[in-house]
């Protein structure tokens, strides 16, 4: 039995970290399935070293190993000219893939999904066909449109929380029968104890600071974040703002913090392969996101066992923190709510120590519903 990962990318999202974690799964924890991730246009290839010492294998379409590094990318248009090229460029190579397939092989679908499906619906293979809904889905007609024509020939389709397998029975795209929970795999406790013990290379004085993590976007709200973050300066005069992450807003988001005259107070460190030792350096880890699903850097900061202080977006951040069992929510863009959350959160930081650690430890509990084995147990039930 194998299981094959469709996901083509251009930037390294948290979904490609999932696609490599859920391979890596099933070849530790299975003696009965082989997994094997498909490198489209040489996407994977910056993986090889990690995919290799999992022995894990790829299935290569192409042998220009420039081909994806010239690809264009950061804005809207340059990656949807991108994705159509990938498709145009692959589209035959994945019909003579999928023919060759056996009714006990699984392609499981993460990105750029329109490709399979479409083949999908114009042909017949023997191969089973499951598709992973990868963060929260806008449902555009055209999207919407493609899931309910493709839902007939569709094997499973797995969500990664509640809130959005609800949503999309709701919206009567799938049969509730054909949608299942799998969370991603995300945490490996014994690897971020070691992480965070790191030293940290940087001058970070004695102060305190807020940690965000994640891509400088729209998606991410750091704009929302730095507006807020002026307030409580006025009003908490040591804290001081740390930002992890890369992206097309970063030069934006730096002249904003410049004109606010906030230059030597917010540090823009970019992108960091070990963030958990920030993470541990923190009093907190704030979420800005207008949308996550779950939030992949939710679950890194509740590893780190720091508070959390998070918008209420849909759908994951919601979910995992159940009405501020396990951290602190805000309403989603309400300058107002973020800055009495942080009241509340400093409140208790300086008077309610059991408090916080409560909700700590709670945040920590529903880590292990992110590891490799929770994530191969759900997954496997696909079969």
Not at 168 to 194: A, E, T
Request: charged share 25%; with cysteine; hydrophobic share 40%.
């Amino acid at each position: 039995m194998n299981f094959y990962y469709w996901s083509p990318f251009l930037s390294d999202v948290a979904t490609v970290k999932a696609v490599l974690n859920s391979a890596i799964s099933i070849k530790k924890y299975s003696r009965q399935i082989n997994p094997y991730i498909i490198n489209v246009v040489g996407e994977w290839n910056s993986f090889e070293n990690e995919i290799k010492l999992n022995k894990v294998e790829t299935i290569s379409f192409t042998k220009n190993i420039n081909l994806y590094n010239n690809l264009p990318r950061y804005t809207f248009l340059k990656s949807r000219f991108s994705y159509f090229l990938i498709s145009l460029i692959s589209v035959i190579k994945l019909y003579k893939f999928l023919s060759t397939k056996k009714e006990t092989d699984y392609i499981i679908l993460h990105l750029i999904t329109s490709l399979p499906l479409i083949l999908l619906l114009f042909f017949n293979f023997k191969c089973k066909f499951v598709l992973r809904i990868s963060g929260f889905p806008k449902l555009t007609i055209l999207r919407k449109f493609l899931w309910k024509l493709s839902s007939k020939k569709l094997h499973k389709v797995s969500t990664p929380t509640k809130d959005t397998m609800k949503m999309l029975i709701n919206q009567n795209i799938f049969q509730s029968n054909m949608i299942c929970l799998v969370r991603d795999p995300i945490i490996n406790i014994s690897k971020v104890n070691l992480k965070i013990r790191e030293k940290i290379f940087e001058n970070l004085d004695d102060t305190k600071y807020i940690i965000n993590v994640g891509r400088l976007t729209k998606q991410k709200n750091q704009e929302f974040l730095i507006d807020g973050f002026k307030i409580l300066k006025e009003k908490f005069q040591n804290l001081k703002l740390i930002i992890l992450g890369e992206g097309e807003l970063k030069t934006k988001l730096i002249n904003k913090s410049k004109k606010m005259n906030l230059q030597n107070d917010i540090k823009f460190l970019g992108f960091k392969d070990n963030v958990y030792k920030y993470y541990k350096r923190s009093i907190c880890f704030t979420l800005t996101s207008a949308w996550e699903d779950p939030g992949f850097v939710l679950i890194e900061a509740a590893a780190s066992k720091i508070p959390i202080i998070s918008s209420d977006c849909k759908n994951g951040p919601k979910e995992f923190i159940k009405s501020n069992d396990n951290g602190y929510l805000y309403k989603n863009y309400d300058l107002n709510s973020f800055i009495e959350t942080f009241d509340n959160f400093m409140f208790d930081l300086e008077n309610d120590k059991n408090k916080i650690n409560s909700k700590i430890y709670n945040a920590f509990k529903e880590v292990k519903n992110y590891t490799k084995f929770n994530h191969y147990k759900e997954l496997v039930k696909i079969i």
